[in-house]
């Protein structure tokens, strides 16, 4: 059967979203797989759509309040019961074989703690507007463990992680934001990490960006440097600048209504090749979610 991955999935008020994100999962090609979705104290029936599809693999925790994503994915994670940890954000969606090309990645490098691939942006119209990569477009790319103070330039989102490696690392339960930065810093330090080119993720990037949203994860991104203050007194300095001074570019790009085209700058223009996988990606997803929405509707109309 193959191990079992552990999806975690942190929603809050993620209605018009979630249905995508968990028929994404099932449309995977690999099927060992469970999925913990963890309502973070959302005003909408969560509940009900994570249980529209009827599968035993999905699971559901509801959060009295909200607590962040920090807490949110902590809970997750310390409900899984995997060998690896994959995350999916309930606004975002896998490509059919998402979860089976990452374990055979895994298979060729058994050393690896992190597999890392790249992911797709997408529109409100759920169109493809460009991809993001951690390394080379080209090829893999072997990382040996990070030694001292850095940004660990890793996609968080499409990252799949040895649950040991994972448990060690854990989420600040205490962080709201950019809690996935400093996971990402915990596992780049215990050992090595492949980052591959290929794209396997679908990201709503500008569905969910803001101005208060990126200044409060740079913040919390500097509270995460000054811990180690002590430690690393020079890098840290340089990381604190680094991100005051990315505030300072966001806000006058938003003032001068360049939000978009700021945001945009992070991602590269796709490739034929990109278009087409996902494509054929989203036609999958969604033909599994109509499928899963039909038998629902049909399940209601047989119980009157």
């Known amino acids: 059967m193959g191990p079992l991955i552990s999806v975690i999935i942190p929603a809050f008020n993620a209605a018009a979203t979630l249905p995508m994100a968990l028929a994404s999962l099932l449309a995977q090609t690999y099927s060992n797989w469970e999925a913990i979705v963890v309502d973070d104290g959302s005003q909408q029936p969560l509940r009900k759509i994570a249980g529209m599809y009827g599968d035993p693999r999905i699971s559901y925790i509801r959060l009295k309040s909200n607590h962040g ?50 992911l797709a942006i997408f529109d409100k119209n759920y169109s493809l507007t460009g991809i993001r990569l951690s390394g080379d477009p080209y090829t893999r790319r072997y990382s040996p463990p990070m030694r001292g103070l850095q940004a660990v330039k890793i996609v968080h989102a499409p990252a799949m992680t040895r649950m040991e490696t994972a448990r060690r690392a854990g989420y600040d339960a205490r962080l709201r934001f950019s809690e996935d930065e400093k996971f990402l810093m915990q596992v780049a330090r215990l050992g090595p990490y492949v980052i591959i080119p290929n794209v396997l993720y679908a990201y709503s990037e500008m569905q969910s960006q803001s101005l208060r949203k990126q200044l409060r994860s740079y913040s919390a991104t500097r509270k995460i440097y000054l811990e180690q203050m002590r430690e690393y007194p020079y890098m840290v300095a340089c990381q604190v600048a680094a991100t005051w001074m990315k505030s300072v570019v966001y806000i006058g790009a938003h003032c001068a209504g360049l939000d978009e085209a700021l945001v945009g700058r992070r991602s590269l223009k796709p490739a034929e090749i990109h278009i087409q996988e996902f494509l054929c990606a989203r036609k999958t997803v969604l033909a599994k979610m109509d499928d899963a929405r039909a038998k629902t509707q049909l399940t209601l109309s047989n119980s009157f």
Do not use: H, I, N, T
């Open 69 to 118: 994503r920090g807490y949110a994915r902590q809970v997750a994670l310390l409900e899984s019961r995997g060998d690896f940890l994959a995350v999916l954000d309930a606004d975002d969606w896998y490509y059919p074989w998402k979860l089976q090309f990452q374990l055979d990645v895994f298979a060729e490098y058994p050393e690896a703690l992190m597999v890392a691939p790249g």
